[in-house]
């Protein structure tokens, strides 16, 4: 007896996500909890002692060491040549982490994280970041392509948005993708284009994210084909005006080309994809987070066997939400559910809207800090210059008495679930549930 066959009507044509080894999640949920190493610099502690400080043996002294005093002693002893793989190494450096003394900072955020992975080593994390990655790779290569494909990542000598070291990702010779890792950007980022994501097979990637406790899809492309043209630009434009691709809140942008229209340069920073020929339409904004394009793919590509070939495709980014693995082999519905009009163009049991996340209560916050700044600043700034007490000290003596669950009233913010599976702060999201 077999199975009844699954008929696809959308396919994936671009995935990204990102992934960090064990040991960032663990430096940046210190770096949220406002943690430094409790330890002197090597020339801190010469000056401590009064020692007379020389350039040239302070500068043999940084090179051998390479890591402060505490920690970084500790680290300076492990090379990863010493272990039997990357996961031990990095258990080893974990363990020294636990180990460590450390202290509540005075910095945000980012000041904290940058001091905690520079104290550390950039190159050695930056070499876990890459180990992750060829690890990736050779399962790719192993498990999650189809039979026959060859993937490998070719230096371009290049970094890509904020990650420090990148490389184009090739499969049989051809670019279908991007790798690119830096311990000061969190870890690790994989994208794959619409070459790439015929060569995957999407059940073994969703099985491998699904595996990797850091793994979020940052950007997914869904697209159906209609091939006949019933579905055409003129239809959709139809659907516009009717308020079909209007969901929940203010109706979308709306921008249309043609063949012969002058393409302004910001266009393609919007939309993505400008095709050279035929007629495109556009819903939404690329910045926002979704958009959906349908355009004359056939006259587009200039296809002979598919002259009336239409693509309609959703572009979703994780800007405001959390884009679900199962959406690489459930891509139907959420594809329908992206917006209301594409529930039309073919039929679905089940369409699912991925819900947002917004900077909501914003603007309360900036109000909240501006009325506190007037009716208190003065006295925060008694308190620092005049009684010498720390920002520490004065939050302590502000606070006093309060719990946790002392808000303002209209700054009572719900909590919502982070992409890493930890409860986020108010300092990162200020977010709520739409």
């Known amino acids: 007896m077999t199975g009844k066959k699954i008929i696809r009507h959308t396919h994936i044509d671009y995935v990204s996500f990102s992934m960090s080894p064990t040991l960032l999640l663990r430096l940046r949920e210190m770096a949220k909890q406002k943690m430094k190493f409790d330890v002197l610099t090597v020339t801190e502690q010469q000056k401590a002692l009064g020692h007379d400080i020389d350039n040239t043996q302070l500068e043999n002294d940084l090179t051998k060491h390479h890591f402060i005093e505490g920690l970084g002693a500790e ?17 080893a450096l974990t363990e020294s982490l636990d180990n460590s003394k450390m202290v ?18 950039i190159d050695m994390l930056d070499s876990l970041c890459h180990s992750q990655v060829e690890q990736f790779i050779a399962l790719l290569n192993i498990e999650i392509t189809h039979t026959g494909n060859i993937w490998e990542a070719r230096n371009d000598g290049k970094g890509f948005a904020g990650y420090a070291h990148s490389r184009k990702l090739m499969v049989n010779g051809k670019q279908a993708g991007l790798v690119a890792w830096g311990a000061k950007n969190y870890g690790c980022y994989v994208s794959f284009s619409g070459l790439g994501c015929s060569a995957l097979n999407m059940k073994k990637l969703h099985e491998a994210l699904t595996h990797i406790p850091s793994a979020r899809i940052t950007r997914l492309d869904i697209a159906h084909d209609c091939y006949n043209g019933k579905y055409d630009v003129h239809t959709a434009r139809k659907m516009a005006k009717q308020g079909l691709f209007v969901g929940r809140g203010k109706p979308p942008s709306y921008h249309f080309h043609e063949s012969g229209n002058l393409v302004k340069r910001d ?6 994809l400008i095709p050279s020929k035929g007629r495109a339409l556009y819903m939404g904004d690329r910045r926002s987070g979704k958009l959906i394009r349908i355009y004359e793919k056939g006259k587009h590509l200039k296809s002979e066997d598919h002259p009336n070939w239409v693509r309609w495709e959703v572009e979703i980014h994780n800007k405001h939400r959390v884009i679900p693995v199962d959406a690489l082999l459930e891509s139907d519905k959420y594809f329908a559910g992206a917006y209301p009009a594409l529930t039309q163009l073919f039929e679905v049991s089940e369409h699912c809207p991925i819900k947002t996340v917004r900077n909501a209560f914003y603007t309360s916050v900036e109000n909240a800090l501006g009325h506190a700044k007037v009716q208190f600043g003065k006295t925060v700034n008694f308190m620092s210059n005049i009684m010498g007490l720390s920002p520490y000290e004065i939050v302590e003596r502000l606070t006093a008495g309060l719990d946790e669950t002392d808000l303002p009233e209209r700054l009572n913010i719900p909590i919502i679930q982070s992409h890493f599976g930890e409860v986020d702060t108010f300092e990162d999201n200020c977010l709520c549930q739409v």
């Open 104 to 121: 509540i900072a005075e910095g945000n955020f980012s000041s904290c994280y940058q001091d905690l992975v520079g104290n550390i080593g």
């Open 75 to 91: 680290l300076g002893q492990l090379r990863e040549l010493d272990f039997n793989s990357t996961a031990e190494y990095e258990a």
């Open 267 to 272: 266009d393609t920073k919007r939309y993505g």
